[in-house]
């Protein structure tokens, strides 16, 4: 069993940058992927990035590559998504999961079995 809390949302403007931290509590194999997934009013939950937790590989959504960066700390057992040059269009209530069987990175909800509760991003223009 895996339980996820997230943290670091909040209200910022346009280009600035926040750093969302997910605490695991319950063991993390090296195998288990870590993704953050993103919800919008009115909007099915999206993929933004994955990292499998041997820090072998990561994986991002095109709308943030190269604004975001996901990482982990074992001995922390925490994952941690840095957003810089946050958007207005970032505004979502994020979530980090954990997928426990892989063989690929998976940018599909369906597939993560553990979820946070999610913490509020807001980005004004």
């Known amino acids: 069993q895996v339980q996820l809390v997230e943290s670091g949302g909040g209200l910022v403007q346009a280009g600035d940058s926040l750093r969302l931290s997910c605490a695991a509590s319950?063991?993390?194999?090296?195998?288990?992927?870590m993704g953050w997934f993103r919800q919008a009013p009115g909007k099915e939950r999206e993929f933004v990035a994955a990292?499998?937790?041997?820090?072998?590989?990561?994986y991002y959504a095109e709308s943030v590559k190269g604004r975001f960066t996901i990482s982990r700390d074992i001995a922390k057992n925490t994952g941690s998504l840095q957003m810089n040059g946050l958007k207005a269009e970032d505004t979502a209530v994020y979530y980090c999961?954990?997928?426990?069987?892989?063989?690929?990175?998976?940018?599909?909800?369906?597939?993560?079995?553990?979820w946070g509760q999610g913490t509020q991003v807001t980005v004004s223009s």
């Open positions: 999961a954990v997928d426990v069987v892989t063989t690929v990175i998976s940018t599909s909800a369906s597939t993560y079995k553990y």
């Open positions: 319950g063991r993390i194999y090296s195998t288990f992927v």
């Open positions: 990292i499998r937790w041997s820090g072998s590989s990561t």
